[in-house]
T-cell receptor, first 116, second 110 residues
């Protein structure tokens, strides 16, 4: 399977714990995005990388959130001191990176986070 | 910030019927994309539009980039049960990341 891969698929944690998600993009894609989706809503942009450089961060990305893409391949999204409001589906997407950040995005299956 | 309004929010149709849904923006976009999402999965790209007035088909799906550049439409012809899901429009202008609508939930009655 050469699509976008996300792990874990599901994560249940207690409030206050830290969690980390991983995303492996499509191999030839230079750009990687993180979105968050809550029930009944569309995906909301969090941040994106061009290779290893983090180019933009949304105001939704509080200081408890940090994303990295150290070698320009896979990426991790860490949430520190989780809150119940962090419960959501965290989606990763990748794109070729040949034009602006509004080019075709290909999504993974997401990580469903539940904070108890 | 940019806002996308999708309508209808949900629709119930009989198998075989045609479906129309649309998306409007508060600002001008130069890219419109349409996605379908099944429960527990990520959105899957259906159609991409890059030019005002553009009409693009993908099998039974047809999407149009509105002339005003503030709207887009998706039509599904002869619906089948596997068309069930949530359809999202997404748009962007300049160098901004894609903004998504809240989706249209489609249910097909056999």
């Amino acid at each position: 399977d050469t699509g976008v891969s996300q792990n874990p698929r599901h994560k249940i944690t207690k409030r206050g714990q830290n969690v980390t998600f991983r995303c492996d993009p499509i191999s030839e894609h230079n750009r990687l995005y993180w979105y968050r989706q809550t029930l009944g809503q569309g995906p909301e942009f969090l941040t994106y990388f061009q290779n290893e450089a983090q180019l933009e961060k949304s105001r939704l990305l509080s200081d408890r959130f940090s994303a990295e893409r150290p070698k320009g391949s896979f990426s991790t999204l860490e949430i520190q001191r989780t809150e119940q409001g962090d419960s959501a589906m965290y989606l990763c997407a990748s794109s070729l990176g040949l034009s602006g950040p509004a080019e075709k995005l290909f999504f993974g299956s997401g990580t469903q986070l539940s904070v108890l | 910030g940019q806002q996308l309004n999708q309508s209808p929010q949900s629709m119930f149709i009989q198998e075989g019927e045609d479906v129309s849904m649309n998306c409007t923006s508060s600002s001008i976009f130069n890219t419109w994309l349409w996605y379908k999402q099944d429960p527990g999965e990520g959105p899957v790209l259906l159609i991409a539009l890059y030019k005002a007035g553009e009409l693009t088909s993908n099998g039974r799906l047809t999407a149009q980039f509105g002339i005003t550049r503030k709207d887009s439409f998706l039509n599904i012809s002869a619906s089948i049960p596997s068309d069930v899901g949530i359809y999202f429009c997404a748009g962007a202008s300049g160098n901004t990341p894609l903004v998504f609508g809240k989706g249209t939930r489609l249910s097909v009655i056999a």
